[in-house]
């Protein structure tokens, strides 16, 4: 979530009987509001309510630490508010129709990242990509302020390869931009986490 009102969400499962039921409100959603200080609800593009939340203690069905909710420590707000990065100098803004496309790095190594949208009045849609042996994908949308959103890449597995993790670059990135023909990937402290040309995988 943007500080600008936007959302983007992914769901995904290794299990069959959560798999076959996607959580449409968490895809479908693409911004939200505050419903009072302590309730939020997600909208949809044409801004209708898909899911409301209200402050709560951990589900008491999930155990460890995937169950505890997290606290906001002054070092964690410090973080979240923190100013987006300056692009490189030279660098200009991107528009979400120019990110549209196939990308590969720009040194030629292996890995690629395929970004889809084209959605009127939205400048968001959905990446997958792969860094020569795992796949995998999420959703993505700039922001009013100039940044963009991904989510975290889901599929993704452990195995070592030989290729760029473009989904991943791009799910860390705070903003994009382009140096001439090239796409950069910046993250939150302003370092270039790639650089991408337009091609096809081979």
């Known amino acids: 979530a943007a500080r600008s009102g936007e959302f983007t969400g992914w769901f995904s499962s290794f299990a069959a009987a959560c798999a076959a039921t996607p959580v449409k409100w968490m895809v479908n959603a693409v911004s939200f509001r505050a419903r ?3 309730s939020w609800a997600l909208l949809d593009l044409q801004g209708a309510e898909l899911a409301r939340f ?9 155990a460890g630490q995937d169950g505890v909710p997290p606290v906001l420590t002054p070092a ?3 973080e979240l508010d923190q100013a987006l990065p300056a692009l490189p100098t030279g660098a200009t803004p991107v528009t979400a129709d120019q990110l549209v496309g196939s990308w590969i790095p720009a040194d030629g190594h292996g890995g690629y990242l395929l970004i889809s949208g084209g959605v009127p009045n ?3 849609g959905i990446f997958r990509g792969d860094d020569g042996c795992n796949k995998s994908g999420g959703s993505w949308q700039l922001t009013a302020e100039g940044g963009v959103m991904a989510s975290p890449p889901i599929g993704s597995t ?5 290729g760029r993790d473009l989904p991943r670059a791009f799910s860390m990135s705070a903003v994009l931009g382009f140096d001439g023909p090239e796409l950069l990937l910046v993250g939150a402290d302003g370092a270039v986490l790639a650089r991408l040309r337009r091609g096809l995988p081979s």
């Open 36 to 38: 009072s200080h302590d």
């Open 54 to 62: 209200t402050r709560a203690d951990g589900p008491a069905h999930v």
């Open 76 to 78: 964690l707000k410090a």
């Open 122 to 124: 939205y400048a968001g």
């Open 158 to 162: 452990l195995a070592l390869c030989d």
